[in-house]
T-cell receptor, first 112, second 115 residues
Framework: GDSVTQMEGPVTLSEEAFLTINCTYT??????LFWYVQYPGEGLQLLLK???ADDKGSNKGFEATYRKETTSFHLEKGSVQVSDSAVYFC???????????WGAGTKLIIKP | DAGVIQSPRHEVTEMGQEVTLRCKPI?????LFWYRQTMMRGLELLIY????????DSGMPEDRFSAKMPNASFSTLKIQPSEPRDSAVYFC?????????????FGPGTRLTVL
């Protein structure tokens, strides 16, 4: 079945470091791909999305490119801030299904 | 828009008690999801409603769990009787079917502790 695999956390970086959180997926068709972020004590919120191959989603300095050839959707940011500390979830959605398929989440800790 | 509203935000109860969690989805959204989040299992989908009708409840852990959606603006998740292993954060999320059906809006969650 469809699935999403994320790199395990926690990922600990210093402020202004470059961030990559890996996400790969398995799907029988052509899914839409998402990154959601969960700040401490809050619900998840959509960070960015891409609906077809080679699309790049971006928001708040974060970017992710839908790579069909490698079935990946890695999250990147050039210079992280302490306020980026959160749990990041990769997810996919198929039109043939009604629900998002979630990765396990990656906790990001940014130290000043 | 107020976003998805959940109540209570925190609930502490004793084993065997009934617990009712409440959710008000975003106005105009016609799909509603209940999730459970724990350290061990991560984020699990419990049940999904579309137009107030339960479509898939295969994620509901057992008969102690039940969910209702009597109208488009209200849903409940009930646990009776509660057990310590039910301790988790429960999220409600809503979405609107096409064109942005695949974007779910989450509430702040209810942190449930069963002693």
């Amino acid at each position: 079945g469809d699935s999403v695999t994320q790199m395990e956390g926690p990922v600990t970086l210093s402020e202004e470091a470059f961030l990559t959180i890996n996400c790969t997926y398995t799907a029988t068709g052509y899914p839409s791909l998402f990154w959601y972020v969960q700040y401490p004590g809050e619900g998840l919120q959509l960070l960015l999305k891409a609906t077809k191959a080679d699309d790049k989603g971006s928001n708040k300095g974060f970017e992710a490119t839908y790579r069909k050839e490698t079935t990946s959707f890695h999250l990147e940011k050039g210079s992280v801030q302490v306020s980026d500390s959160a749990v990041y979830f990769c997810a996919l959605y198929m039109d043939s299904n009604y629900q998002l398929i979630w990765g396990a989440g990656t906790k990001l800790i940014i130290k000043p | 828009d107020a976003g998805v509203i959940q109540s209570p935000r925190h609930e502490v109860t004793e084993m065997g008690q009934e617990v009712t969690l409440r959710c008000k989805p975003i106005s105009g959204h016609n799909s509603l999801f209940w999730y459970r989040q724990t350290m061990m299992r991560g984020l699990e989908l419990l049940i999904y409603f579309n137009n107030n009708v339960p479509i898939d409840d295969s994620g509901m852990p057992e008969d102690r769990f039940s969910a209702k959606m009597p109208n488009a603006s209200f849903s409940t998740l009930k646990i009776q009787p509660s057990e310590p292993r039910d301790s988790a954060v429960y999220f409600c999320a809503s979405s609107y079917r096409p064109p942005n059906y695949n974007e779910q809006f989450f509430g702040p969650g209810t942190r449930l502790t069963v002693l």
